[in-house]
């Protein structure tokens, strides 16, 4: 399988200023990222608030700009892309925001909505475009008609199905989903997740989805990253890595997830205390203040992603000499 | 425009008529707007006609308003100074609007240096009470009509600019802006048809408001001499011929030019507080359709 996107070392720093004298620092909301995703899968990412994964998507298409490291898009190094390529690399590049009620202009129709991309990037009668746009609606489980409403006329899973359609009118290659299902009811999740799985069979789509709710990653994707902090701390098929989970930090997330049968009761790990800043972020592994396997050197040395086994990553001491 | 746009505008205008101050307030503004459009019509003299024979008489059956020094009717001169005042209105507040609107989109749409440079020259000419301001600008401009529609609208630039400011600062946040960019769409083209008709709202409030405001600043300036030319009818200079007439006891020549300002303004004003109102963001959509 051949990556459709790779990430090398990718950062984004923030400059913080504390106080009104006060030094300068940084935030480091993303802190060395490497990531390949291959065509045609589903590529989890799961994190606490603040764990730099909703930056990381946003990066990835450059609508936040990184501070350091490289994006590879097919290939291509888009990192410095002027602003007029990567306006036209949108058509394959495509993202759904989280809050369905803020990404939609309240004083658009739905139909103008979607008709925008299509009139940006390319030069189609009106017909064209009208033809297109029931399609998609079609695509998305809404009807033709809905393309004359208005956003504050739609309920959430409606508008969560327009924000879907907008991104997939270009017929992109590479979406990426920022929380798509957090804002909706649980049975409207199940729906528009379903709806997601079928639209990737039929159009072929490679999926970005960045999620902190572990069931919805592990119903929907091929392969998941765990971050932590703007680090990458566990990388591996969903399936083996809910299974077996490598890092402490997976399974302390893991064990946290209910379990349906009272009888197979486990474990659970219960995590001390807070997320650290990421302004100011612990030294050496940044799991390190929380981590119930802490050990001398986590303190000052940061551990590096290593392989493990077929397929998974991992960054922690405990696997060094394994 | 289709059914639910226009069922969403009836709504609106519906929620802004209910209030009766607001009623009246439209009410004072379109009979002022529209008696200024019928004074040719309407006005039972010329506005210049003079006849001394009939001079300073009080209000009377063929005078309703009564006369002022030169035998002039005051009914006919105000209904003819509408006309300047609804004039101004117009010129100095559009003058204002095309200017301050795209200046205060820019600096809050690309900020940076630019948008620094544009907001410090815009509070710089907010530091000055803006008659004081009006005054030098009609002063260095020449008195007459034209100098007084754009010192009246140079005055009120920056208040649109600031408010423009403050409202692209705060709609390029939204995630609609961030979508937009995701799609590749145009800055231009976000500015113009995502950022602007999302200000629409407060900028309405402002124009109404301004309007008022605008209408005081000439009447102020044509007072002192500095707006239109005598003969011309215009309120303020009306009360200004009358001023010297009030101690002698020939008081129509003031109270009715002034009456005829004081009630515009507060017909805009009226509207305008209405309208801000019926536009607040948190009244909006919100509480009157999911009741």
């Known amino acids: 399988m051949t990556p459709i996107l790779k990430i090398k070392d990718l950062k ?6 504390k106080g009104l004298f006060g030094a300068r620092s940084t935030a480091k909301s993303l802190d060395g990222v490497s990531l390949e ?21 946003k990066t990835l298409l450059r609508l936040i700009e990184p501070t350091s490291g490289s994006i590879f ?22 993202i759904v925001f989280q809050d369905p009620y803020g990404s939609l202009d309240p004083k658009w129709t739905i139909g103008r909505t979607l008709e925008e991309p299509l009139r940006t990037h390319f030069s189609l009668t009106d017909s064209e475009v009208a033809e297109k746009v029931s ?61 997601l799985q079928d639209l990737q069979k039929r159009l072929s789509l490679t999926y970005l989805f960045i999620s902190h709710d572990l069931s919805v990653v592990r119903y929907i994707s091929d392969r998941v990253g765990v971050m ?27 064990s946290a997830i209910p379990q349906p049968d009272p009888e197979q009761r486990r474990e659970r790990i219960v995590l001390e205390g807070e997320v650290p800043s990421p302004r100011n972020p612990p030294s050496g592994c940044v799991f390190h203040t929380r981590c119930p396997h802490v050990m001398p050197q986590c303190l000052t040395i940061v551990p590096e992603l290593q392989r493990i086994s077929e397929g998974r990553y991992t960054a922690c001491h405990l696997y060094n000499n394994k | 425009m289709n059914k639910s746009r226009w069922k969403s505008i009836r709504e609106q205008a519906g929620k802004i008529l209910a209030r009766k101050l607001v009623l009246f307030g439209l009410i004072l503004v379109l009979l002022w707007v529209l008696l200024a459009l019928l004074a040719p019509w309407i006005a039972p003299y010329g506005p210049n006609e003079i006849r001394t024979e009939d001079k300073l008489q009080s209000p009377n059956l063929s005078h309703w308003f009564g006369t002022d020094n030169f035998g002039r009717d005051i009914l006919s001169r105000i209904l003819y100074g509408a006309r300047v005042t609804v004039w101004t209105g117009i010129v100095s507040i559009g003058i204002a609007c095309s200017v301050g609107i795209p200046l205060g989109a820019i600096a809050g749409f690309f900020g940076g240096k630019l948008g620094n440079v544009i907001m410090r020259v815009m509070d710089t000419l907010l530091a000055f009470p803006s008659l004081i301001l009006a005054m030098a600008l009609a002063a260095s401009i020449g008195p007459g009509l034209t100098g007084a529609l754009l010192a ?27 979508a937009g960019r995701a799609l590749g769409v145009r800055n231009k083209a976000i500015l113009f048809k995502h950022v602007l008709p999302n200000a629409f709202a407060p900028l309405i409030v402002q124009i109404t408001l301004a309007l008022g405001s605008a209408v005081l600043t000439t009447s102020s300036l044509s007072f002192i001499g500095l707006g239109v030319r005598p003969p011309t009818a215009e309120w303020g200079a009306m009360i200004s011929y009358g001023r010297g007439y009030i101690i002698s006891g020939e008081w129509w020549m003031t109270v009715f030019p002034g009456i005829a300002i004081a009630s515009t303004i507060f017909g805009f004003i009226l509207l305008g507080d209405g309208l801000r109102d019926a536009f607040d963001p948190h009244g909006r959509n919100s509480k009157t359709k999911f009741k």
């Open chain 2, 152 to 178: 009246v609208g140079i005055v009120a630039i920056p208040e649109f600019a600031r408010l423009m400011y403050g409202q692209t600062v705060v709609i390029k946040e939204k995630e609609f802006i961030e």
């Open chain 1, 37 to 57: 995703i291959n065509k045609g899968e589903t590529f989890a990412i799961v994190g606490e608030s603040g764990s730099g994964k909703t930056t990381l998507g």
């Open chain 1, 12 to 17: 984004k720093h923030y400059p913080v200023k």
């Open chain 1, 228 to 254: 932590y902090l703007g680090k990458m701390m566990e990388v591996g098929p969903t399936e083996a890595l809910f299974s077996e989970p490598l890092h402490p930090y997976t399974q302390a997330l893991i």
């Open chain 1, 73 to 94: 898009f097919e290939g291509t190094d888009i990192t410095h892309l002027g602003a007029e390529p990567m306006r036209q690399l949108k058509t394959d590049m495509q």
């Open chain 1, 135 to 195: 399609r998609i609606l079609e695509v998305v489980g809404l009807t033709p008609r809905h393309a004359l409403r208005y956003p504050h006329e739609l309920s959430g899973g409606q508008r969560q199905r327009v924000g879907i359609a907008r991104a997939l009118i270009l017929e992109p290659k590479f979406v990426v989903f920022d929380e798509p299902v957090s804002a909706l009811d649980v049975s409207i999740q199940a729906q528009v997740l379903t709806l």
